[in-house]
């Protein structure tokens, strides 16, 4: 069996304004997707329609070869973007009550919460109101409210944003483990280069259509786009603009793009002419890179 | 699968409301305040009548013999009492009455005396002066031979049964007044808290997770009903003081029963109503402190109803109020208090009553369903009704 989640030619509007335009999305076990785009592009509405909050003016969402039902839903998992707890529950009591709401018993329910807790290192405050708990912790407890159940599917949207370095980590290993034990997991990012190393498969959105989709070292390895990174920061006028030019210039140096065919040592000698460069590589393009020379070519057609 | 979702979303309203000391001050407030009006009645309440009678001892001739006992059965017939002393003279007995401090002086003569306040109890007047015939006459029969039997047998009249026919009806109206402001208060304050648990997990962004697990109607539902039992909880608080009076055996005010008996009907059906239609509204709004303002013309509504079920007793407009659906759960059950509400009446409007939240819940549900999930500003119901 097909243990997988397919969007398919799903479009929505919102009166005169098209959020989504025949978007197809594969969420197949064991992998970690990317639907991935700026703000607005319509990650959020393809989640609640994933979710069937919203219905689509048109398409379908299938899980497991058939559409999905409420059933199916009731054993997915969802991160909102828009974070909310009830203020003035304890911690315990919220999970179970979740976990209850997707159908585990209160044992069960019990159980498992307490398991979590144990793993996001809140076991002693499960009886604490959640008011009383830090933004970090609540975050926290946010993401146990996804798990509570032991999801099949993941949908988490944003799961990065406002994390601080230590729930980043966290939160990436919980979602590797989540798809290392066979399961399906989503997320959403408007930071790509956040989640570049994360996810496996990417759905890039832009003005709610798909402007590239697929396997990330497949795209960055067809993409004929070469990018030379060198420690020093590179003078545009060392280089001759019909060969490279310069991408970016940061506190680690030079991002240099390559023009098709161009030879990347004969570049890194026009560097070398001006500066010594101790550290060098030919990189392939960043996700930002692909999603702006994917966008790009879709403006221009 | 859907009920469990409602009974579960039900469940944790009714948790979390326990959980509030808020809730049980409320319900200690309403249990003293219930147990007064039960209890303070009582206290107050001297129940029967008691007629303070001055005897003038050692006047020329002695009470007729009878005539105390007279006066009692006649006092009684009255749902009254008779209480009796003695002073030493006539002028200390006109004193006492002049002073009010007995209600009637008799000076038992050959020509018997009955000194009584100008204005003063006619009632009373009649029966001593009946007590008084009547103990002559035992005594004057017995005089002409005839033992006690036949004294009984001659001067036995049928009893004679004193009906008002402008019955009081205070009772009943103090019933239908606080029945009706109960209502009213409970009504307003589940409806406000349906509205604003409503607007808090939709600005909270709660509804976000919860949609994703259960249908928006369940979502309604469930809070309408863990709303209206808490709101019953406090209902049953405030009646357990009259169910005990009850059962005690204490008097109620007149109609307080029946329209607490039958009025549950209408009670439930204004919960669901109104619970209902603020839930949904308060799926409009963008933040909790716009759920009051989107309330408005509902409590508007609420607070008219209040204060017509009290006016129009009686009207046409009170019967007209009692069958339309929005303002029955408070005018049929004061109409029940006083009495006033016809069989057909209550039919008709407990039928329009339930086809109203029929069509209340569907379209509750559907303002909500597209109301919770528009997040940025305020909606107004034709435009959460015309999204999709």
Do not use: C
């Given at each position: 069996m097909d243990a997988h989640l397919a969007v398919r030619g799903v479009s929505q509007r919102f009166g005169q304004r098209t959020v989504l335009d025949d978007v197809d999305l594969d969420v197949p076990a064991g992998r970690v997707i990317g639907l991935l785009g700026p703000n607005g592009a319509g990650k959020t509405t393809l989640m609640r329609i994933i979710f069937g909050v919203l219905a689509p003016d048109a398409g379908t969402v299938e899980w497991?070869?058939?559409?999905?039902?409420?059933?199916?839903?009731?054993?997915?998992?969802?991160?909102?973007?828009?974070?909310?707890?009830?203020?003035?529950?304890?911690?315990?009591?919220?999970?179970?009550?979740?976990?209850?709401?997707?159908?585990?018993?209160?044992?069960?329910?019990?159980?498992?919460?307490?398991?979590?807790?144990?793993?996001?290192?809140?076991?002693?405050?499960?009886?604490?109101?959640?008011?009383?708990?830090?933004?970090?912790?609540?975050?926290?407890?946010?993401?146990?409210?996804?798990?509570?159940?032991?999801?099949?599917?993941?949908?988490?949207?944003?799961?990065f944003a406002g994390l601080d370095p230590g729930a980043v980590q966290f939160l990436s290993n919980v979602i590797t483990e989540h798809t290392a034990s066979g399961r399906n997991l989503v997320l959403s990012s408007h930071q790509l280069d956040l989640v570049e190393d994360l996810c496996e498969t990417i759905t890039l959105i832009d003005h709610g259509r798909v402007v590239l989709q697929g396997d990330v070292r497949e795209l960055k390895a067809e993409s004929p786009n070469r990018w030379l990174r060198v420690d020093v920061p590179v003078d545009p006028s060392w280089l001759d603009a019909r060969v490279a030019t310069v991408g970016a210039i940061d506190a680690r140096g030079t991002r240099v793009r390559l023009a098709p065919h161009a030879d990347p040592g004969e570049v890194l000698d026009a560097v070398r002419v001006h500066r010594r460069v101790h550290d060098f590589a030919v990189e392939a393009p960043s996700l930002s890179e692909l999603f702006l020379e994917a966008t790009g070519v879709d403006r221009a057609a | 699968m859907r009920a469990r979702a409602t009974a579960l979303?039900?469940?944790?309203?009714?948790?979390?409301?326990?959980?509030?000391?808020?809730?049980?001050?409320?319900?200690?407030?309403?249990?003293?305040?219930?147990?007064?009006?039960?209890?303070?009645?009582?206290?107050?309440?001297e129940d029967t009548t008691r007629y303070d009678v001055v005897m003038?001892?050692?006047?020329?001739?002695?009470?007729?013999?009878?005539?105390?006992?007279?006066?009692?059965?006649?006092?009684?017939?009255?749902?009254?009492?008779?209480?009796?002393?003695?002073?030493?003279?006539?002028?200390?007995?006109?004193?006492?009455?002049?002073?009010?401090?007995?209600?009637?002086?008799?000076?038992?003569?050959?020509?018997?005396?009955?000194?009584?306040?100008?204005?003063?109890?006619?009632?009373?007047?009649?029966?001593?002066?009946?007590?008084?015939?009547?103990?002559?006459?035992?005594?004057?029969?017995?005089?002409?031979?005839?033992?006690?039997?036949?004294?009984?047998?001659?001067?036995?009249?049928?009893?004679?049964?004193?009906?008002?026919?402008?019955?009081?009806?205070?009772?009943?109206?103090?019933?239908?007044?606080?029945?009706?402001?109960?209502?009213?208060?409970?009504?307003?304050?589940?409806?406000?808290?349906?509205?604003n648990g409503v607007a808090i997990e939709k600005a909270n962004r709660i509804s976000e997770v919860l949609l994703a697990v259960v249908r928006p109607g369940a979502l309604l539902f469930g809070k309408v009903i863990g709303v209206a039992l808490v709101g019953s909880a406090?209902?049953?608080?405030?009646?357990?003081?009259?169910?005990?009076?009850?059962?005690?055996?204490?008097?109620?005010?007149?109609?307080l029963g029946p329209a607490l008996?039958?009025?549950?009907?209408?009670?439930?059906?204004?919960?669901?109503?109104?619970?209902?239609?603020?839930?949904?509204?308060?799926?409009?709004?963008?933040?909790?402190?716009?759920?009051?303002?989107?309330?408005?013309?509902?409590?508007?509504?609420?607070?008219?109803?209040?204060?017509?079920?009290?006016?129009?007793?009686?009207?046409?407009?009170?019967?007209?109020?009692?069958?339309?659906?929005?303002?029955?759960?408070?005018?049929?059950?004061?109409?029940?208090?006083?009495?006033?509400?016809?069989?057909?009446?209550?039919?008709?409007?407990?039928?329009?009553?339930?086809?109203?939240?029929?069509?209340?819940?569907?379209?509750?549900?559907?303002?909500?369903?597209?109301?919770?999930?528009q997040t940025g500003r305020k909606l107004s119901i034709t435009e959460a009704l015309r999204s999709p």
């Open positions: 497991r070869g058939r559409a999905a039902t409420d059933d199916d839903r009731r054993g997915w998992g969802y991160m909102p973007q828009e974070r909310g707890l009830y203020r003035d529950m304890r911690v315990l009591d919220l999970l179970v009550w979740i976990a209850r709401l997707h159908g585990l018993d209160r044992a069960d329910g019990t159980r498992r919460a307490r398991h979590l807790l144990e793993q996001l290192d809140l076991a002693d405050r499960e009886e604490d109101v959640i008011a009383k708990l830090s933004g970090g912790m609540a975050q926290r407890v946010q993401l146990a409210a996804a798990m509570v159940h032991g999801p099949d599917l993941l949908v988490l949207d944003e799961p | 979303v039900a469940n944790r309203e009714l948790r979390e409301a326990f959980r509030r000391r808020s809730l049980w001050v409320v319900f200690l407030v309403l249990l003293v305040g219930s147990s007064a009006l039960m209890i303070v009645p009582e206290l107050l309440d003038v001892e050692g006047a020329a001739t002695t009470p007729p013999a009878g005539f105390e006992a007279a006066v009692r059965a006649g006092a009684r017939s009255v749902d009254s009492d008779a209480r009796f002393r003695s002073v030493a003279s006539e002028a200390r007995a006109r004193a006492l009455v002049d002073d009010d401090r007995a209600d009637v002086a008799v000076v038992p003569d050959g020509q018997p005396v009955v000194v009584i306040r100008s204005g003063g109890d006619e009632t009373l007047l009649a029966i001593v002066q009946q007590a008084l015939q009547r103990a002559t006459l035992e005594g004057n029969l017995g005089a002409l031979g005839l033992d006690a039997g036949e004294v009984d047998e001659a001067l036995r009249a049928p009893s004679v049964r004193v009906e008002q026919v402008a019955v009081d009806d205070s009772d009943r109206e103090a019933a239908a007044a606080i029945l009706s402001l109960v209502l009213y208060l409970v009504l307003l304050m589940l409806m406000i808290q349906a509205a406090a209902l049953a608080v405030a009646a357990l003081p009259v169910l005990v009076k009850a059962a005690a055996g204490g008097d109620l005010p007149a109609g008996g039958g009025g549950i009907a209408w009670i439930v059906l204004g919960l669901v109503l109104y619970l209902t239609i603020a839930g949904a509204l308060g799926a409009l709004v963008e933040r909790q402190e716009e759920a009051g303002s989107v309330l408005t013309p509902l409590s508007i509504l609420l607070v008219a109803t209040y204060v017509l079920a009290q006016s129009t007793a009686g009207t046409t407009l009170g019967a007209v109020l009692a069958i339309f659906p929005l303002t029955s759960p408070i005018v049929m059950p004061t109409r029940i208090a006083l009495g006033e509400a016809s069989t057909a009446e209550m039919v008709a409007s407990l039928a329009l009553g339930v086809a109203t939240v029929v069509v209340v819940l569907r379209l509750g549900a559907a303002i909500y369903r597209r109301g919770i999930v």
